[in-house]
């Protein structure tokens, strides 16, 4: 691009911006692989625990440890992506801090699971839903938004339900919370 | 005829500049200098205009051993290009 060669039309000014404007639209569609990872990883624990209850294995909530080395992995990827990073758009930054609060809150629901009876996979059932409505709704993609809504009425469901069978609805959550909607962003990419 | 124009943002590269930290939070250099097809030289040299306007910001910082410029629009630069793009409809509305 040259500069001040002659004077400007309004319509090149305006060709300027649109051009612009479309080159800053990053491919904010690309986020599928923290859905796919999540999706799994927990899908993984809620199955786990559900079968080792129903091997009357001691406390198969242990299962839970794998989500341990996944956080690990979340935050490198995280920071090594910032690093490779070199533009960012208002998406990735509300992006980032609404999954940041949304982790945090995990972890304190977590650590005071005690007081509110362990109801844990219907509480963060419920709350999960916040983040990826609100995602589904930032990068205009339905599915995220229902993904969403399954994780609420799954939340309800769990409420109602016995603790045993509370991980089989907590992985048919992530499976249309995460699994689902991660896999269709995915083919969009192509 | 383009009298109520910002003459600062009225050239080809500032206003690529402008248009592209409109849309992003910030944006590092060599994006800058690749979105507009530019030279590092001259986009050097329209960041300091616009940063010594107050319309951008500039910070240098380091990513690991790799020297980085990042910038990203002020609020009076966000102002300026509202009042820039509101000038550029009235004209083309007078017309």
Same mark, same amino acid.
């Given at each position: 691009?040259? $500069?001040?060669?002659?004077? =400007?039309? *309004?319509?090149?000014? /305006?060709? #300027? #911006?649109a051009a612009m404007i479309r080159e800053a639209k990053s491919n904010i569609r690309s986020n599928y692989f923290f859905f796919l990872f999540w999706g799994w990883v927990v899908a993984l624990a809620n199955l786990g625990v559900f079968v =080792? $209850?129903? /091997? *009357?294995?001691?406390?198969?909530? =242990?299962?839970?440890?794998i989500t341990i080395p *996944?956080? !690990?992995?979340t935050l490198a990827r995280m920071v +090594?992506? +910032?690093k490779t990073? +070199?533009?960012?758009?208002h998406f990735d930054r509300i992006s980032r801090w609404l999954w940041m609060t949304f982790g945090v809150v995990i972890f304190t629901l977590v650590f005071f699971g005690f007081k509110i009876?362990? $109801?844990l996979n219907a509480v963060l059932l419920v709350v999960a839903a916040i983040p990826t409505v609100v995602s589904g709704v930032i990068l205009k993609f339905r599915p995220l938004v229902a993904g969403g809504a399954v994780f609420w009425v799954c939340g309800v469901v769990n409420f109602l339900i016995p603790m045993e069978a509370?991980? /089989? #609805?907590?992985? #048919? *959550? !992530?499976v249309c919370g995460y699994l689902i909607p991660g896999y269709k962003l995915k083919s969009k990419e192509g | 005829m383009f009298k109520d124009l910002d003459p600062l943002l009225h050239s080809q590269l500032r206003l690529a500049v402008m248009s592209l930290l409109m849309s992003l939070e910030s944006a590092e250099f060599t994006f800058l200098k690749e979105k507009t097809n530019s030279t590092a030289g001259n986009l050097s040299v329209q960041l300091d205009k616009l940063s010594s306007a107050g319309y951008i910001k500039i910070d240098k910082s380091f990513k690991g051993k790799k020297p980085v410029t990042t910038c990203r629009m002020t609020k009076q630069g966000i102002a300026a290009f509202e009042n820039y793009v509101n000038a550029l409809k009235n004209y083309i509305g007078d017309r």
């Open positions: 691009m040259k $500069q001040e060669s002659g004077e =400007l039309t *309004a319509a090149q000014s /305006l060709d #300027i #911006i =080792l $209850q129903k /091997l *009357a294995v001691e406390q198969p909530y =242990l299962v839970w440890a *996944a956080w !690990i992995y +090594r992506g +910032r990073q +070199r533009a960012t758009t009876n362990y $109801q509370q991980s /089989l #609805i907590g992985a #048919i *959550a !992530i | -």
